[in-house]
């Protein structure tokens, strides 16, 4: 068991990065989320450990992991208002570009959308982070290895155009996703400074540069 937590903690990777949640409970004083429970810390305290820059502290919770795995785990919708305040929470701390550009290198772009590595324990810290966009959405033509668990980004900036509005929605969308969706798969990959903002000006040409392979 404890090499499965192990190999569990290092694959949590980088989308668990920040804040802990509070310990909420229910009326009858006993917990609403799983992850709360005394035994569940138990688990966490005997069975994980930190392994290089892969450490037990990445599994402490955000608000917006907490109340989702809540609300999966009673089987239950999110209730709307909260789900508009903690989008927006996520929306009022996306930062945009400082000097006003969006538009880095789609080349670059290409290479970070490839990777899959970085802020694993075997990894050298403070080396590049990829961003592994293949792995959830198709981007480029005749590919068989890009995934489908995210939307299709082929024609991504040939189909919606690079409008101030669209170059906002974009970088706001890889900044953090939970800006619209709460319980969004996709890792915050600026607010949890997975990515720099050069990176993701990269990876915004990769989606709206016509030169790049995404528009062809």
Same mark, same amino acid.
């Given at each position: 068991?404890?090499?499965?937590?192990?190999?569990?903690?290092?694959?949590?990777?980088?989308?668990?990065?920040?804040?802990?949640?509070?310990?909420?409970?229910?009326?009858?004083?006993?917990?609403?989320?799983?992850?709360?429970?005394?035994?569940?810390?138990?688990?966490?305290?005997?069975?994980?450990?930190? +392994?290089?820059?892969?450490? &037990?502290?990445?599994?402490?919770?955000? %608000?917006? @992991? =907490?109340?989702?795995? +809540?609300?999966?785990?009673?089987? @239950?919708?999110?209730?709307?208002?909260?789900?508009?305040?903690?989008? @927006?929470?996520?929306?009022? *701390?996306?930062? =945009?570009?400082?000097?006003?550009? =969006?538009?880095? /290198? !789609?080349?670059?772009?290409?290479?970070?959308?490839?990777?899959?590595?970085?802020? @694993? !324990?075997?990894? *050298?810290?403070?080396?590049?982070?990829?961003?592994?966009?293949?792995?959830?959405?198709?981007?480029?033509?005749? /590919?068989?290895?890009?995934?489908?668990?995210? %939307?299709?980004?082929?024609?991504?900036?040939?189909?919606?155009?690079?409008?101030?509005?669209?170059?906002?929605?974009? !970088?706001?969308?890889?900044?953090?996703?939970?800006?619209?969706?709460?319980?969004? =798969?996709? %890792?915050?990959?600026?607010?949890?400074?997975?990515?720099?903002?050069?990176?993701?000006? /990269? &990876?915004?040409?990769?989606?709206?540069?016509?030169?790049?392979?995404?528009?062809?």
């Amino acid at each position: 068991m404890k090499k499965l937590m192990t190999f569990t903690l290092a694959a949590a990777g980088a989308a668990l990065l920040s804040g802990c949640a509070g310990m909420n409970t229910t009326a009858s004083g006993g917990s609403d989320n799983p992850f709360a429970t005394e035994s569940f810390q138990s688990v966490l305290k005997n069975d994980f450990v930190s +392994k290089g820059q892969a450490t &037990v502290a990445r599994l402490k919770q955000t %608000p917006h @992991q =907490y109340e989702c795995s +809540k609300y999966a785990y009673l089987g @239950q919708p999110m209730p709307a208002d909260l789900q508009k305040k903690l989008e @927006q929470m996520a929306a009022d *701390k996306v930062v =945009y570009p400082k000097d006003g550009q =969006y538009l880095g /290198d !789609w080349k670059a772009g290409l290479k970070i959308a490839e990777n899959g590595k970085g802020m @694993q !324990w075997s990894d *050298k810290p403070g080396s590049p982070n990829g961003g592994n966009c293949l792995a959830c959405h198709k981007m480029i033509a005749n /590919d068989p290895s890009q995934g489908n668990i995210g %939307p299709e980004l082929y024609h991504y900036a040939k189909l919606r155009g690079n409008s101030e509005a669209v170059l906002k929605y974009t !970088w706001a969308r890889i900044y953090d996703s939970q800006a619209f969706n709460a319980c969004s =798969y996709m %890792p915050p990959f600026g607010a949890h400074q997975i990515l720099t903002e050069q990176e993701m000006k /990269d &990876v915004m040409a990769l989606l709206m540069d016509p030169n790049s392979p995404v528009n062809k």
